[in-house]
């Protein structure tokens, strides 16, 4: 806006000359096309702006390492539980492996030898029906 006073649009009417009023007449009359005009506004300070900016900045970076730092402590964990199983997995080899070499013939009757048990002179079956002992054929 400007402080500037409206013009008034010419009337066919008007003389060609302009008439001066005195200045008596100026301040008598109401100016009713005139009013009050607010100072202007202050430019607005970027200074909370830009500290706003700044902070979201460090706040993005702070979660950005919070969340780096619990992705490598699982890292961690991840790997140290990879370690566990397989040693868990070599453990279970060797026990398989074990398993096996003790439930093989050989092993079994010299274990029977060594507790001092012979060998059967007959083979024999157990009926659970009639909870007996069905012996069978010839010797080995």
């Not at 100072?39 to 830009?50: D, M």
């Not at 140290?80 to 070499?101: N, Y």
């Amino acid at each position: 806006m400007s402080a500037a006073p409206l013009r008034r649009p010419r009337t066919a009417a008007a003389p060609s000359t302009p008439q001066r009023s005195s200045s008596r007449q100026r301040t008598a009359q109401p100016r009713a096309h005139l009013r009050a005009v607010a100072a202007p506004e202050q430019a607005r300070s970027l200074a909370p702006f830009a500290w706003t900016c700044v902070l979201l900045i460090l706040g993005a970076l702070a979660a950005v390492l919070l969340i780096n730092t619990a992705m490598s402590e699982g890292a961690y964990e991840r790997r140290d539980l990879k370690i566990e199983i397989a040693q868990l997995h070599q453990q279970r080899a060797s026990l398989v492996s074990e398993l096996e070499a003790n439930s093989s013939p050989t092993f079994l009757a010299d274990a029977a030898r060594g507790l001092g048990m012979e060998p059967a002179e007959s083979l024999g079956f157990v009926s659970i029906d009639g909870a007996a002992v069905l012996e069978q054929g010839a010797n080995r």
